[in-house]
């Protein structure tokens, strides 16, 4: 009798275990509109294991509170722009906010360290800074159950996602603005293709209207229309404005064909 006895109370206590570990700790997902993902928490990194979940977005895309709690701010040379979040029963963190060495493009505007937020609030935005500087545009988001970080990828399956709301002032941050190129240097090629065509420059200088880092020079490959480039010759030096569009990983990384030139003025 015994014996039953402590088996029937190790099954009663194995079975709340299980109802508590079941709760889920949040029932929001992160990032607005939806995030492309795998459980690749544990995976080897430069550093160690990956502590979290790597949610793959726009650079801009906003990101909200999972819980109701209170933020903390902060800036790290691998986590570069980062919040902390504290809710009741659980803690999370949001890295890699952001996309330039200022806070602006990084968290809400009016949120300051120990402000109260409520579920679902915009916090910050989707961004590479720190060691995320040559990846895609993400949020790295971890799960913390007391002094235990696990992987948020069940909770995250099962969440629901909020989308895009254009009363929301914090949805429509500057972060989510279209930017454009200031590109000085000299045309390398320049064809036209019927009505679409393309522009080859070697890079000088490169200058973002919203002042993100774009530190590449060299070959940059735009789009142009055949009438901009009816004028153009290699050989030239110019000074190029591409037009506006919201920022992506390929844009920062400068691919081809990724920025659309607007207009065209040769330096002399």
Same mark, same amino acid.
């Given at each position: 009798?015994?014996?039953?006895l402590?088996?029937?109370?190790?099954?009663?206590?194995?079975?709340?275990?299980?109802?508590?570990a079941?709760?889920?700790?949040?029932?929001?997902?992160?990032?607005?509109?939806?995030?492309?993902?795998t459980d &690749?928490?544990?995976?080897p990194r430069g550093?160690? @294991?990956?502590d979290?979940? &790597?949610?793959?977005?726009?650079?801009?895309?906003?990101t909200v509170?999972?819980v109701?709690?209170?933020?903390?701010?902060?800036?790290?040379d691998?986590?570069?722009?980062?919040v902390t979040?504290?809710?009741?029963? +659980?803690?999370?963190?949001y890295?890699?906010?952001?996309?330039r060495?200022d806070?602006?493009? @990084?968290f809400?505007?009016?949120?300051k360290n120990?402000?109260?937020?409520?579920?679902g609030? /915009?916090i910050?935005?989707?961004?590479?800074?720190?060691?995320?500087?040559s990846?895609?545009c993400?949020?790295?988001?971890?799960l913390?159950l007391g002094?235990?970080v696990v992987?948020?990828?069940p909770w995250?399956?099962?969440?629901t996602?909020?989308q895009?709301d254009?009363? &929301?002032p914090?949805?429509?941050?500057a972060?989510?603005?279209?930017?454009?190129?200031?590109?000085?240097?000299?045309? /390398?090629?320049? /064809? +036209?293709?019927g009505t679409?065509?393309?522009?080859l420059?070697?890079?000088r200088s490169?200058? @973002?209207?919203?002042g +993100?880092t774009?530190s590449?020079?060299?070959?940059?490959?735009?789009?142009? &229309?055949?009438?901009?480039?009816?004028t153009?010759?290699a050989?030239q030096?110019?000074?190029?404005?591409t @037009?506006?569009?919201?920022?992506t990983s390929?844009r920062?990384?400068?691919k081809?064909l990724?920025?659309?030139l607007?207009?065209?003025?040769?330096t002399?």
């Amino acid at each position: 009798m015994r014996i039953a006895l402590l088996i029937s109370v190790g099954l009663l206590l194995a079975t709340s275990g299980m109802a508590a570990a079941a709760t889920p700790p949040f029932g929001l997902f992160p990032v607005v509109g939806g995030a492309h993902y795998t459980d &690749d928490f544990g995976n080897p990194r430069g550093g160690g @294991a990956h502590d979290g979940n &790597d949610l793959l977005a726009p650079c801009g895309t906003p990101t909200v509170a999972v819980v109701a709690g209170t933020v903390r701010l902060d800036y790290g040379d691998r986590s570069g722009w980062m919040v902390t979040l504290t809710g009741k029963d +659980s803690w999370y963190r949001y890295i890699h906010m952001g996309v330039r060495g200022d806070a602006s493009s @990084a968290f809400a505007k009016g949120l300051k360290n120990g402000s109260t937020v409520k579920e679902g609030q /915009v916090i910050s935005y989707v961004g590479r800074t720190g060691d995320a500087a040559s990846a895609p545009c993400h949020l790295h988001f971890e799960l913390h159950l007391g002094d235990s970080v696990v992987t948020p990828y069940p909770w995250l399956q099962a969440a629901t996602i909020l989308q895009p709301d254009p009363t &929301d002032p914090a949805m429509m941050s500057a972060t989510n603005s279209a930017v454009s190129l200031t590109i000085k240097g000299t045309v /390398v090629w320049a /064809v +036209s293709t019927g009505t679409d065509g393309r522009l080859l420059i070697r890079a000088r200088s490169i200058k @973002a209207s919203d002042g +993100s880092t774009i530190s590449r020079t060299g070959i940059i490959v735009l789009k142009a &229309d055949s009438t901009t480039l009816a004028t153009i010759r290699a050989g030239q030096t110019m000074t190029l404005v591409t @037009a506006a569009v919201p920022l992506t990983s390929e844009r920062l990384d400068l691919k081809p064909l990724t920025w659309s030139l607007a207009t065209a003025t040769r330096t002399r």
